[in-house]
């Protein structure tokens, strides 16, 4: 039998960054948001040691034509940063329209305003680990 890995997944914000994690082989759910004070990326490699994580899976905000724009290169800077700091791979997800999809998710269960900002990033992070998990999950036996 194969050990489970366990990801971290991020939605790398330029105020907050939102974390989950993978309980389960096949499930992600939401873990923090991280203001981006200068701590950031101690704090993920903190957070990757206590979850025993294998690797890092982070949204990459490419633009609606799939092109590569100035955020997603701050993205891409902040994360070979964060590769150093926590000595762990690094894998990307195209995250387009990941945040709306959880403010709407959070709409639909009722959340106020000041709620969904607190909570928005960990959902979307959450959203970017699942899809990445659904991905690479393995297939399903046939009988």
């Given at each position: 039998?194969?050990r ?5 997944g ?38 990757a ?16 034509d ?45 959340r106020?305003?000041?709620?969904r900002k ?16 659904d ?9």
């Open positions: 039998m194969t489970m890995k366990t990801y971290l991020l939605d790398v914000g330029d105020r907050r960054i939102g974390v989950a994690v993978n309980p389960t082989e096949s499930m992600a759910t939401p873990l923090e948001v991280i203001t981006r004070d200068g701590g950031e990326l101690e704090r993920i490699a903190a957070l040691r206590e979850h025993g994580a294998e690797a890092i899976v982070a949204g990459m905000p490419y633009s609606l799939g092109t590569v724009k100035p955020q997603a290169e701050k993205v891409q800077a902040f994360l070979d940063d964060l590769a150093d700091a926590a000595g762990l791979p690094i894998e990307t997800v195209d995250e387009r329209l990941t945040t709306a999809q959880a403010n709407r998710m959070l709409i639909s269960a009722d106020k305003s000041k709620q607190q909570v928005v990033d960990k959902v979307a992070a959450t959203l970017i680990l699942q899809t990445f998990l991905r690479n999950a393995p297939p399903e036996p046939t009988y």
